[in-house]
Nanobody, 121 residues
Framework: QVQLVESGGGLVQPGGSLRLSCAAS????????IAWFRQAPGKERERVSC???????VYIASVKGRFTISRDNAKNTVYLQMNSLQPEDTAVYFC???????????????WGQGTQVTVSS
């Protein structure tokens, strides 16, 4: 069955870095786009970044230049490198499979369980 498992979250000071991983299984990984979402307490879930099946990337404005999404098709894993973290980046981060190979398709069929990222001094 399809599974997405996030890891790499934790507590970091402002200005610090974390790398999140999304390990996928149960499907042809290189045929699908994968997105990272986050949800902070009391806020709506937002899509932070996405990487298409051919590694085209998109980001929301607030993380552009600080976050980098990448994928390793040999390891069936998508990464989110987060640098210069700020308190407003605090949230639960989820990865999700896009139903197609392109990020403009705003439809997701499988989600991971999430990993907590807390940015605080």
């Amino acid at each position: 069955q399809v599974q997405l498992v996030e890891s790499g979250g934790g507590l970091v000071q402002p200005g610090g870095s974390l790398r999140l991983s999304c390990a996928a299984s149960g499907f042809t990984f290189n045929a699908y786009a994968i997105a990272w979402f986050r949800q902070a307490p009391g806020k709506e879930r937002e899509r932070v970044s996405c990487i298409s099946s051919d590694s085209i990337t998109v980001y929301i404005a607030s993380v552009k230049g600080r976050f980098t999404i990448s994928r390793d098709n040999a390891k069936n894993t998508v990464y989110l490198q987060m640098n210069s973290l700020q308190p407003e980046d605090t949230a639960v981060y989820f990865c999700a499979r896009v139903v197609r190979g392109r990020c403009y398709v705003n439809e997701y069929d499988y989600w991971g369980q999430g990993t907590q990222v807390t940015v605080s001094s």
